[in-house]
């Protein structure tokens, strides 16, 4: 089915890509990843097992060991948000837990002995959490968790501990980029206690406009308080968010708007060589041209779609084999000139 938040339009869809809840877990009377031995990691691989066979109650799932998946294909699952950059390499002991639709994802000894993520279109939040909760209770119910009575879950990292909670949402904040208040806005939010990162979370970097913002700390609040906060202010967000292009179709700016937005397609529709970083810059012009109506024949979730498939890994997995930037650069604009061509608004 692949992963159905990048393929539908949730609330809030034109801002709100997606939304992603992650609970941080570990096993009673077992050591840490970073430093358990062969056997303790084993262990907690073969747990991963059991846990699976009890989440078949919820959903169809699949259960991988990371080391008999080829590099490449831990790469997709990178690019589709389904296992962290980390848990690609140092395979041995390592495993996920995918949900047929990729809602739901499990990575095992990664940072933590598990990581449960669920994702979905839009901002859903209070629906997010809801699920993470049911599978967190299901997990639960065979293994026994490092926990105590007066701090909450027990993590690896510190930030985590608590909870164990990261509530995140997926950005795309293309008008506030051109009227150069983006700066502004995601300076502030730090002084809301929350984290703005990459497109693909800690340590990466943002290309089209494109922004996680999630919770920097848990401890000391409840899932629903974290939460609350969370939303209230992606709320303000998306509010100056919605102004700014409101601004950008105006009469005395929406010339220049439609110039740098239609200048973004003719690019896209018509080169023979892009890089990644170039691709996800006009695809955000192109999405912002959607958004303000001024281009009716493309499916909105475009972007969302477009911005995993010209990965690197992607279109190796497409070709069969390793290819050269050069060669990548080639097939990604072909890919991206074919898509533009098919996927119309009668696709959705």
């Known amino acids: 089915m692949g992963c159905s938040w990048m393929k539908k339009e949730g609330p809030e869809g034109d801002i709100v890509l997606g939304t992603r809840v992650r609970l941080a877990r570990n096993f009673a009377k077992l050591p840490f990843p970073a430093t358990a031995n062969r056997d303790q990691a084993k262990q907690v691989l073969q747990k991963g097992e059991l846990i699976a066979e009890k989440l078949g109650e919820l959903t169809d799932v699949k259960f991988y060991r990371l080391a008999e998946v080829d590099k490449l294909e831990r790469e997709v699952m990178m690019e589709k948000h389904l296992i962290s950059p980390a848990h ?25 002995h598990l990581r449960i993520q669920v994702l979905f279109p839009g901002l859903q939040l209070r629906e997010t959490w809801g699920l993470a909760n049911k599978v967190d209770d299901l997990v639960e119910s065979v293994v026994d968790y490092a926990f105590s009575p007066n701090i909450g879950y027990l993590t690896a990292c510190p930030t985590n501990v608590g909870t164990g909670m990261r509530g995140s949402v997926m950005l795309h904040l293309p008008g506030l980029a051109r009227i150069q208040q983006l700066s502004k806005v995601l300076t502030s939010i730090s002084q809301f206690g929350l984290v703005v990162r990459g497109l693909y979370g800690e340590g990466s970097k943002s290309f089209g406009n494109i922004y996680q913002i999630s919770n920097q700390v848990s401890l000391g609040y409840s899932e629903t308080d974290v939460l609350e906060h969370l939303a209230k202010v992606t709320a303000q967000i998306i509010s100056s968010e919605r102004q700014a292009r409101q601004y950008l179709i105006e009469k005395q700016q929406r010339i220049y708007s439609e110039d740098q937005i239609f200048r973004a397609y003719g690019l896209l529709t018509n080169a023979r060589t892009m890089t990644t970083q170039e691709a996800l810059e006009l695809l955000s012009s192109v999405r912002l041209g959607i958004d303000l109506e001024l281009i009716k024949d493309l499916n909105k979730n475009l972007l969302k779609e477009l911005m995993v498939e010209i990965r690197a890994a992607h279109l190796q997995k497409i070709m069969g084999q390793s290819l050269p930037h050069e060669e990548r650069d080639r097939l990604r604009a072909s890919l991206i000139r074919d898509r533009l061509r098919q996927k119309t608004t009668d696709d959705s």
């Open 88 to 112: 690609t390499e140092n395979t041995a002991s390592k495993g996920l837990i995918l949900s047929l639709n990729e809602d739901i994802s499990i990575m095992i000894n990664e940072e933590d």
